[in-house]
């Protein structure tokens, strides 16, 4: 019997739980469902579909609007029992397993993104597989590198910031240490880097091959999670390279609206909320930042999960008669992260955490430790053992 037990390097998790990932898609299957059925897309592409946010938003619009899915990710599959694999590996086949029992249909695809091979390899699967059109588009990727498509070249991202030396405090939970960060100023190089990596160019590629190979429906949407933040971070994120990718996705959808516009088609950047994710957790302070606003959400009954969120953006928003949009066409979910009385808050309590204080119940930490266990099948509500082989996970099919 294969014994479960959650492992990290700083705050990468090492380790995941199959079982418990299959539970934790249960969970936020149930979720939706409690919520309700409501009107929506019914042929959907999500591009980074096996966890978080891409994840969240497959399992709303299956299991509330009905839709039939296509997820791409890149994942790792079961090695040895040492070697389990990344938890979106199981993610992706445990929704494909829950979809399919109700009658969806649910393809996955485990490949790069970014290569014009598996654009055309979607394309072709549309056109034979999925009645020819799909009439929604979600882009939410995360990824620290990116080979170019066309000349093979390895780029990186990377976070960081802009023009000045940033020095704050982070969480490492591997050691369970509050500690001081140092974050150096990016250079050029890398600021356009991480722009190619994280920026709206890809997005664009997929959208332009799409809609060349005729199988964007009269009407597409597409989607792009973005995320502004505030004051609080701006040193680090919005004025730093994440911020520069983010603000080219919105040079990118307006290009994608010019696109679509013979087609009725729309692009919406969303900016999403700060959520506990594989990708957040590495952003240097961002795990503190969460620490206090999460405290304060959740004493406010305002604090939100990946599911929750997503479920809200489609269910209410982006295909229900509550959106809010801001000024330059974006939708705003965010709202109630951005709301001044929950900055004043987070802003007051994130100057009393300390290394003494951090891991009480002052803080939010431990919301975000449990939230990031969850994300590997880890700590999950309604999880039991189950006894599972190595043979018997190489044997899921995805
Ligand atoms: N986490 C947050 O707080 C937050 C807030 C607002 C917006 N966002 C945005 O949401 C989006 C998704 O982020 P997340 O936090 O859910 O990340 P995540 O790491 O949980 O998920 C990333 C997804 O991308 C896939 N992926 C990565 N590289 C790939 C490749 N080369 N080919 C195919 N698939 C690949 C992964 O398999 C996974 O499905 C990002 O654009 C992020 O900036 C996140």
Not at 17 to 35: A, L, R, S, W
Not at 334 to 354: H, R
């Amino acid at each position: 019997m294969i014994k479960f037990e959650q492992k990290l390097r700083g705050n990468v998790s090492l380790s995941v739980n199959p079982i418990g990932c299959k539970q934790e898609i249960q969970n936020q299957i149930n979720y939706v469902k409690e919520q309700g059925a409501y009107e929506g897309p019914k042929k959907v592409l999500i591009i980074g579909a096996s966890s978080s946010y891409g994840l969240a938003t497959r399992i709303s619009l299956a299991f509330g609007a009905g839709a039939d899915t296509i997820g791409l990710s890149f994942e790792k599959g079961p090695k040895s029992e040492k070697n389990l694999g990344t938890a979106g590996w199981y993610n992706n086949i445990y929704f494909k397993q829950a979809a399919e029992k109700e009658g969806l249909i649910a393809k996955n695809f485990v490949q790069d993104a970014f290569s014009h091979e598996t654009k055309q390899d979607v394309i072709r699967y549309i056109k034979k597989e999925f009645d020819g059109k799909v009439d929604l588009v979600v882009y939410s990727l995360a990824s620290g590198i990116r080979f170019d498509p066309d000349t093979g070249e390895r780029i990186s991202s990377v976070i960081k910031s802009i023009g000045q030396e940033v020095v704050g405090p982070n969480v490492n939970m591997q050691k369970q240490e509050f500690y001081e960060q140092t974050l150096e100023p990016a250079t050029e190089e890398e600021i356009e880097d991480t722009v190619s990596v994280m920026g709206g160019e890809d997005w664009l590629l997929w959208m332009k091959a799409l809609k060349e190979a005729d199988v964007l429906a009269e009407g597409i949407q597409t989607v792009n999670y973005s995320y502004l933040g505030s004051d609080l971070n701006k040193p680090y994120y919005g004025e730093g390279t994440l911020g520069q990718a983010k603000a080219d996705c919105e040079v990118k959808s307006a290009k994608i609206n010019e696109l679509l516009a013979d087609i009725n088609g729309k692009s919406t950047i969303v900016v999403a909320t700060a959520v506990t994710t594989k990708a957040s957790s590495v952003i240097p302070f961002f795990p503190v930042y969460c620490m206090g606003l999460y405290r304060v959400m959740a004493d406010k009954g305002t604090h939100e999960t990946p599911i929750m969120h997503q479920d809200r953006i489609y269910r209410k928003m982006l295909y229900g008669n509550h959106p809010e949009y801001d000024e330059e066409g974006r939708l705003r979910p965010d709202s109630w992260e951005l709301d001044p009385e929950v900055q004043a808050e987070t802003e007051k309590l994130i100057n009393k955490i300390n290394a003494d204080n951090f891991n009480t119940d002052l803080t939010g930490y431990s919301i975000f430790l449990k939230e990031f266990a969850n994300l590997s099948g880890f700590q999950v509500e309604g999880y039991q053992e189950e006894e599972i082989t190595l043979e018997e996970l190489q044997a899921l099919e995805y």
